[in-house]
């Protein structure tokens, strides 16, 4: 994947080496929603986030440097969720970035409570901010399989797009639809994001005048990660079955197809799947 040239915009909280402090802040409307989506690759079952992140008082949390990071690990998520957002306001009006996206390590205060490293990366809907612990990328390779730092933009793109279904009302509306079920808002809400990530690789060149980029085999890298975390194999390396009516993001077919969809047609319209009949 090609980034080395491409443009950083600062909007970066590094809180690397900061913990929180104080106790785990109450769950509130927030945290409802980052139960649904703090399952993204861990396969933590949403009723066990809930449970992490709905106890105690406001979380204290020390400041973070903000601005450009100066390591290649935190440069890489500068630019690539820098380009993400400039897909974006090509794509949606009046769209409005992340107000950061927070670098943390093992614990982190967020506006939906506590946000840990075993949740994988998340977005916070209350502060409108996407949470990454990048020691998870020795996860999304070891454990899963999806080496390649395509595979590591299509997380952050795909948490973006959470941020994105966020200003359109696509999270309140999968709220309203339930949080667990092969047809759950849920899994719309998540295959959404999956065909988000697609749309801004089909147009991450455009944007950025070939300074980010992603070849046919980048393309590939990303459907592996989407496959990767699909709920069937998760359930299935966690506990040797399926279990449908379990399901929060969908199966590995449903997550790299949606992907798929959204890197050919290019287009955020692709993307509704609350309008689908079946996923």
């Not at 409108?128 to 080496?147: P, Q």
């Not at 339930?178 to 959404?192: D, I, M, N, Y």
């Not at 300074?211 to 890298?221: C, S």
């Amino acid at each position: 994947m090609r980034w080395g040239g491409g443009r950083g915009s600062g909007n970066i909280e590094d809180r690397r080496g900061l913990g929180p402090v104080g106790a785990v802040g109450g769950l509130g409307a927030g945290g409802v929603i980052l139960a649904l989506i703090g399952y993204f690759v861990f396969g933590i079952d949403p009723s066990t986030t809930m449970s992490v992140v709905g106890q105690g008082q406001p979380v204290e949390q020390q400041e973070g440097v903000r601005g450009q990071p100066a390591d290649e690990a935190g440069r890489f998520v500068d630019v690539v969720a820098t380009n993400v957002d400039d897909v974006w306001k090509t794509q949606m009006e009046g769209y409005r970035p992340p107000d950061a996206v927070v670098l943390y390590d093992r614990a982190t205060g967020t506006g939906c409570g506590l946000g840990q490293a075993a949740m994988g990366p998340f977005y916070c809907p209350a502060d409108r901010k996407v949470y990454l612990d990048l020691t998870f990328w020795n996860e999304l390779e070891g454990r899963f399989g999806a080496s390649g730092e395509a595979a590591r933009a299509y997380v952050i793109a795909h948490e973006i797009g959470h941020h994105v279904q966020n200003l359109t009302g696509a999270s309140d509306q999968a709220r309203r639809l339930g949080a667990q079920g092969a047809q759950s808002g849920s899994v719309r809400l998540e295959l959404q994001a999956d065909c988000y990530a697609g749309v801004w690789a089909a147009h991450a060149a455009e944007v950025s005048g070939g300074q980010v980029a992603l070849d046919p085999k980048d393309v590939e890298d990303g459907l592996r990660a989407a496959a990767a975390v699909g709920d069937d194999t998760l359930q299935r390396q966690a506990q040797g079955r399926v279990m449908p009516d379990a399901f929060t993001h969908g199966s590995s077919e449903q997550r790299t197809r949606w992907f798929r969809r959204g890197v050919e047609a290019g287009d955020p319209a692709a993307c509704d799947t609350f309008a689908a009949r079946t996923l």
